[in-house]
């Protein structure tokens, strides 16, 4: 796999004293970069989505620790601000309890710089290597829809759903590819279609509400998404849209593919139904672009994620392999405690 064709942008970069983040706000048109000297502007870049997608945050976060570790800040208050910055993607928990464990074993700074290398090295071995098993779960010829942006920009590198699909692009087994807009955000538009651009993979935007319509046409023989949190017994968290995407798959005869690695998955909580939503700004859905496009005095509902029940999933996909038609037996065998 020639992962410097397929895999070329490092959205989160550690400068021996800052924290580099590549501002996704402003993707495609401009790709500006935002320091952070500071925990609390860590958090401030998490919480705005500067740096987004459930891995980066991740990272970011434990970068977020070590800026608070050379400062000589008290790490406790550090850890529980970054820890609220956002709720649902439980990388952001997972990372800052991986740095929390460091600190009570007694590391310095330097020693939680190597623990926040080692959180974003790993991520971006577990991706390559998710990618290998994703796509062998893939017939030759195949057409895939994917939703939100799941690639380089949303973990330390070549992505988990987007890795699947660069490797099944790679290696010929995927022929199509489709990417979903994802509003309000336009994670899919913007981001992916970036990310897909700069690879020289062909690929095809949809608007969101298209995606049954391509299904029906049998252009898609996969959906393949990421996620934000993976529940004891395979409920998936992921981006605003994904479970109509599970259920139009499901009719369609469609197969559904979640790609994530182990720190995405939550043993800890039983079902999607204890996996907080987060609730963002209904700002976001009456503008776009910065413009407002409803009418002044209109309201809005805005959750950011919604849950894809184990029973519409047809295989989960981890660095420590896959999981097919998932439930809480067959998690417990793989990720139990
Ligand atoms: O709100 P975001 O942009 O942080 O949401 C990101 C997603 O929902 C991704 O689908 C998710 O993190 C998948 S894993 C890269």
Not at 171 to 179: L, P
Request: hydrophobic share 50%; net charge negative.
């Amino acid at each position: 796999m020639d992962y410097d064709r397929y895999d070329r942008v490092r959205a989160v970069q550690w400068h021996g004293d800052r924290l580099r983040l590549l501002d996704q706000r402003l993707l495609p048109q401009q790709e500006h970069w935002i320091d952070c000297r500071d925990a609390a502007a860590v958090t401030q870049a998490i919480r705005d989505l500067v740096v987004r997608g459930a891995p980066a945050i991740g990272i970011a976060a434990a970068w977020g620790v070590v800026l608070a570790a050379r400062a000589g800040e008290p790490l406790e208050p550090a850890l529980a601000m970054l820890r609220a910055a956002r709720p649902t993607a439980v990388n952001l928990m997972w990372a800052l309890d991986r740095m929390k464990a460091r600190i009570a074993a007694g590391a310095d700074a330097a020693a939680l710089a190597r623990e926040a290398q080692a959180i974003q090295d790993e991520d971006l071995a577990a991706n390559r290597h998710m990618g290998e098993l994703g796509a062998s779960l893939i017939e030759p010829g195949a057409g895939v829809l994917t939703h939100c942006n799941t690639g380089s920009l949303a973990t330390a590198g070549f992505g988990t759903a987007l890795g699947v699909i660069r490797a099944g692009v790679a290696s010929g087994r995927i022929a199509r590819v489709y990417a979903g807009e994802t509003r309000p955000w336009q994670q899919g538009a913007r981001l992916t279609m970036y990310e897909l651009v700069r690879d020289g993979i062909p690929a095809k935007l949809i608007a969101d509400s298209a995606a049954a319509h391509l299904m029906r046409a049998g252009e898609v023989q996969w959906v393949i998404v990421g996620a934000d949190r993976i529940a004891a017994n395979g409920d998936t968290a992921n981006k605003i849209g994904t479970y109509q995407l599970a259920i139009a798959a499901r009719h369609h005869g469609v197969k559904f593919m979640v790609a994530a690695p182990s720190s995405t998955v939550d043993m800890a909580t039983p079902d999607g139904e204890a996996i907080e939503i987060e609730l963002r700004d209904p700002a976001e859905l009456l503008s776009t672009a910065g413009r407002r496009t409803v009418v002044e005095g209109a309201e809005a509902w805005n959750p950011v994620f919604d849950v894809t029940p184990a029973e519409l999933i047809d295989a989960i996909v981890t660095e420590r392999g896959v999981i097919e038609r998932p439930n809480a037996a067959a998690m417990q065998a793989m990720f139990g405690r």
